[in-house]
């Protein structure tokens, strides 16, 4: 996703230079040296290149007429500049639709950093560029972390494998005990679990257990499909940029590393989370090969389920001694949740 600065909003000013892949000025303006990439708004709504050549338009769709108007064009440039009014993101939505395949990219005015990850994300795919102001360093910060945001989720097809040195192996139950009462987390997601995924979750952030979703049909308890039953509040779980927190420390809006059987990875973000007092089974498991063990502590009920290599989802309630459980094993320990050799690489 391109950003690009909107000259004509330093008033005036004196431009200073911009990490803009792109220069937006009215006709006629100077272009400062720093400038690569020029291009140009006419009063008439056209938008040309440094060789006068056009290339877009700028259309303004607060009314359904816009709109209309914006539809009309795609194809026909390679560029669309659009000025939303009080309503952005159906207009946005409905553009981004009509112009996929055709060749024409949109860009979105921004006025705000609220407007930003809307536009960025419309129906999943979101516009080729942001037009920002040129004198607010508030807005342009925020715009690069969503872009880097989004060009993150697209390199990986939305979808990820576990870092290096982290895999998904089989763990032996080696114990299970009566853990007491404590203060249970259910994680609650803004988006639905399918069958088999899960948030890897134990005590030792180089011991995760892949503690699956409340996916399934029961007679007794309809599913909760976009939950996890987390375990105690002191387990850490795997967030969707490889780091771990605990699960205490998990609010709303954070991102968490849904996982299935195979490792695949997708992020997700966590839309509530649910803490009451709940009686714990204390599961402890161990990898023979690697000589790493782990526990982690889950609410004692037939609703709470994991995942065996053979791809069965057994409640916690059933496993027993000898079983095995899909988890991840990592090779370094963390610091704050970030894993120490890589904070020893970056340094």
């Not at 995924?197 to 892949?210: M, Q, T, W």
């Amino acid at each position: 996703m391109e950003l690009w600065l909107d000259a004509a909003s330093a008033n005036g000013g004196v431009l200073q230079p911009h990490p803009a892949d792109r220069v937006l000025f009215a006709a006629g303006d100077q272009i400062p040296d720093w400038v690569d990439s020029a291009l140009f708004a006419c009063e008439d709504g056209r938008i040309l290149d440094s060789s006068t050549a056009p290339v877009g338009v700028h259309v303004d769709i607060s009314d359904s007429e816009g709109q209309d108007a914006a539809k009309s064009m795609a194809g026909m440039v390679s560029w669309i500049v659009l000025t939303t009014g009080d309503w952005q993101m159906i207009p946005l939505e409905n553009l981004v639709a009509a112009t996929q395949g055709t060749g024409t990219q949109l860009v979105a005015r921004i006025a705000s950093s609220q407007s930003i990850r809307g536009a960025a994300f419309a129906l999943e795919t979101g516009v080729a560029g942001l037009l920002l102001p040129a004198n607010d360093a508030e807005i342009w910060a925020d715009a690069q972390i969503i872009a880097a945001e989004r060009l993150a989720i697209k390199s990986q097809g939305d979808e990820g494998m576990l870092e290096e040195g982290s895999d998904i192996v089989a763990l032996e139950v080696l114990a299970i005990e009566d853990g007491g009462v404590g203060d249970r987390v259910c994680v609650d997601l803004t988006s639905i679990l399918e069958v088999g995924e899960g948030l890897l979750i134990g005590s030792a952030s180089n011991a995760l257990v892949l503690v699956h979703g409340e996916t399934l049909e029961s007679e007794f308890v309809p599913p909760r499909p976009f939950r996890v039953n987390a375990g105690a509040v002191h387990a850490y779980v795997l967030m969707a940029d490889g780091s771990t927190k605990y699960l205490s420390e998990i609010v709303a809006g954070d991102s968490v590393a849904v996982c299935n059987s195979s490792g695949i990875v997708r992020s997700a973000i966590v839309g509530r989370m649910k803490i009451e007092s709940r009686p714990f089974l204390l599961l402890r498991y161990g990898h023979s090969e690697n000589q790493i063990s782990g526990q982690i502590f889950l609410q004692q009920a037939e609703t709470v389920r994991l995942i065996s290599p053979l791809g069965d989802m057994p409640s916690v309630t059933s496993v027993v001694v000898g079983d095995s459980l899909l988890g991840c094993i990592g090779t370094s320990a963390r610091h704050i949740g970030q894993n120490v050799l890589s904070i020893a690489e970056e340094h």
